[in-house]
């Protein structure tokens, strides 16, 4: 996309429009931060194109010494070694997914927001069926999305973080994300036939987490609210649904993404104890630029405005 297109983009909106998409707390180092992945995601729409080239700015950190002093996360390391599972042999791949089997709904009506909408309501039932399936084809696509970007992040962070316990951990998460990009993308393509982009909220979130150098950032950003979210929306399906490959695919993802969240307490919690007042509140006001984003998210304007 050109420099003109960009530009002309932008201009559609005042400054005072652009900047009330990324500041909602009135913190300016926080709008500053954000200004960038907003116009990407928001007003370019960059996960709308086949790719995205993101600059990445984080500091890599090694050290020679290999010194192991984090039990937590040693302990954390050693439950990761013993809980891997392979998709290809774990899972039944052979079951029948038929998105129409009232008996085996992926996800039941009184789970989703379209009964509110009154022309969903007066249409037979198939077309009800139709338009449930496109939105649970919606929200997993959104999470093999946001899995995709959570094994970025996972590199990242490895990379990054300053206990060799923290970085032998991280490397097991870039190995289960990898996995959890693999099996939704599987489910999406050979059981239901359908693959959403990617919200452009959830596009400027992660945008954000690649390009900001700051290593807490991102874990705060992916490990303690992306998969903490993750974790709770993937708990809430697996209950909810009848369909036994998603249900069982769930199964294997939860487990992984209770550790994620974990590793993202222990590597925050002395951290955030010893920041500067003023860097707590950046974090804490930074924090809630995201909730915005992951709430505006599920909104699902790529299923609606189908």
């Known amino acids: 996309m050109g420099v003109d297109t960009i530009l002309e983009r932008a201009s559609a909106y005042t400054p005072s429009q652009m900047l009330q998409k990324v500041l909602r707390t009135g913190n300016v180092k926080v709008a500053l931060n954000l200004l960038g992945p907003a116009i990407r995601g928001l007003v370019m729409h960059g996960g709308k194109q086949p790719h995205s080239d993101m600059p990445a700015h984080h500091h890599v950190h090694f050290d020679w010494t290999y010194k192991r002093d984090q039990d937590e996360l040693r302990r954390l390391y050693e439950a990761a070694k013993t809980s891997q599972w392979n998709a290809s042999t ?12 009232s008996e085996r709904d992926l996800f039941p009506e009184s789970m989703i927001p379209l009964p509110d909408v009154p022309s969903y309501r007066k249409l037979p039932e198939r077309d009800k069926q139709t338009h449930r399936l496109g939105l649970a084809c919606w ?21 990054a973080v300053q206990w060799l316990d923290g970085k032998l951990y991280g490397s097991t998460q870039v190995v289960d994300e990898g996995r959890h990009v693999e099996v939704f993308y599987r489910y999406l393509s050979e059981k239901l036939g359908k693959l959403y982009t990617v919200n452009d909220n959830l596009f400027t979130l992660i945008d954000a987490l690649m390009t900001d150098g700051r290593w807490d950032l991102k874990f705060l950003g992916m490990q303690i609210m992306i998969e903490g979210l993750a974790l709770g929306a993937f708990g809430i399906m697996r209950q909810t649904s009848r369909e036994p490959l998603l249900r069982d695919l769930l199964k294997y993802v939860i487990t992984d993404e209770a550790r994620h969240v ?6 925050l919690r002395e951290y955030y104890r010893t920041l500067p007042e003023p ?3 950046e974090r804490e006001d930074w924090a809630f630029e995201v909730a915005v984003l992951m709430r505006n998210r599920f909104l699902a304007h790529e299923f609606y405005d189908e």
Do not use: K
């Open 90 to 101: 774990d899972l039944d791949w052979s079951i029948e997914v038929d998105p129409y089997n």
């Open 139 to 159: 929200m997993l696509s959104q999470f093999l999305h946001g899995e995709q970007g959570a094994l970025f992040a996972a590199c990242q962070v490895t990379e």
């Open 262 to 267: 974990h590793y993202g307490v222990v590597a």
């Open 279 to 281: 860097d707590r509140r």
